[in-house]
């Protein structure tokens, strides 16, 4: 008797989990619907795992000539010699040392104006048409140019980065300012602030981490600006790496500085995101 | 007793862009304010009650007119007119504490009595044990709470309050009705309470004034000689009823005439 009642609770039980997993697997396709953390992750670490999987599958296999397209291993051997033999970890810290520096510059200059921008029309007036028109010339084809006035020694690849970054952080700063609610704004009026006050308490801390999104999506472009700067003169570098491969015919070392750019590109969002997340908690989640 | 806000012969027009018309919003307001006094507006949307409260905010610019605050011109939004808007805003980067001190840090108020202050509002609208959560981890109604404690810190001269419940649930909007009822009752702050819904008005008010459609002039005046304090239960009494009767037919045949005017 009891053993058989056990049987019908646990079909019954049985049946429910069954609902529930399809209710689960459906879920899945619901728009902006929550995963779990390990999931999310798996399908993080799924995603690299395919690509690497694509690319061997096409090169050990001789699909494509290894002279083109080397396999991972020998991108990786080559990525060794170029650590022990030609001293790459010199040349990863110049190009590094050339995105802050002109980054960082500016950031300097580039994140105050925003903000008046942002706030005060007659600032607004006086440089966004200016700043618009400057943010459609590409910095690379300035390249040229820089190399006439300045040469082709650090400050031109600084100068490269720093003119490539700074329109776009003025620009999207000032949209993030000008983006603040009214309320907030009309709010402090009322208990008290200042125009200065206004700025300093709500303006600037509401656009915070605007600011902070923006500033790792031009960091973004930064990286590619220096690898155009160091692709077209420099001795050191990345770029000058990959550019000195190409002559020497040195795919798998091409390959090896590409990837480099790619992880300390993530390297580098990844903390910015972090730090952003730390320092403005109340913008994220509960 | 003198009057505390004085609105004369107000009037705004809202000068249209491009092609469309210059639009008059507000058409010459008289109001007088007595100190004590729960005010509250009465019209159907888009009538300009909230650009006529704005404007004792000073945060509109009247057109035409002047507007007095103790017998001094209001220019510009100062700390003596505290005010709540409908949509939230607390500032979502300061804890519900942060946010109520927010006036007196502007008035450099030392340490303790600022801590003091904080205290006794976080308790009169009762969110204590919430002192350090932030605006996100709050329910609507909640954020109304900490917004009207943060008006109400500063100890301003009027506390302006433009349609607060307007975006809360019914059942919530009743009890921040009770709440707010009860802060008046303890403190008899003076308030300027915009609202549509007739209600409302009645139960928080010592005084309705119903508003025309646009452009918004005052329709009429109407003391509410309900006694202190009032319980909800006093919205089911025949007063209560008879004025909720009389109201509905000020304001309906004006929400009739604005949907005409929006229809033309």
Known sequence: MTKGRTTVTETIFLKEEKTVRRKKNKDLLKPYKPISKNLYLTLCIASFILLV????????????????????????????????????????LVTLYRVLAGFVLSLIIGVPLGIFMGSFKIVEAFFEPLVSFMRYMPVSAFIPLFILWIGIGELEKVTVIFIGSIFSIILMVAVEVSNVRRELVEAAYTLGSTHFGVLRSVVLPASMPGIMDAIRLVLGWAWSYIIVAELIAAQTGIGSVIIESQRMFRIGDIIFGILTIGVLGLGSDFLLKSLSKKLFAWNYGR | MDDLVEVKEVRKIFKGKGKSPDVLAVDTVNLKIKKNEFITILGPSGCGKSTLLRMIGGLEKQSEGIIYLARNEITGPSANRGMVFQAYSLFPWLTVEENIQFGSKIKKMESAKKKAITQQYIELVGLKGFEQHYPKQLSGGMQQRVAIARALANEPEILLLDEPFGALDSQTRLIMQELLLTIWEKTHKTILFITHDVEEAIFLGTRVLTMTSRPGKIKADIPITLEHPRSYKIKTEHHFIDLKEQLTELIRSESLKSIELQAQ
Not at chain 1, 73 to 91: Q, Y
């Open chain 1, 53 to 92: 999987g694509i690319w061997s599958l096409l090169t050990y296999t001789s699909i494509i000539d290894s002279v083109f397209l080397p396999t991972p291993t020998d991108v990786i051997s080559s990525g060794i010699t170029l650590f022990t033999e030609f001293n790459f970890v010199n040349d990863i």
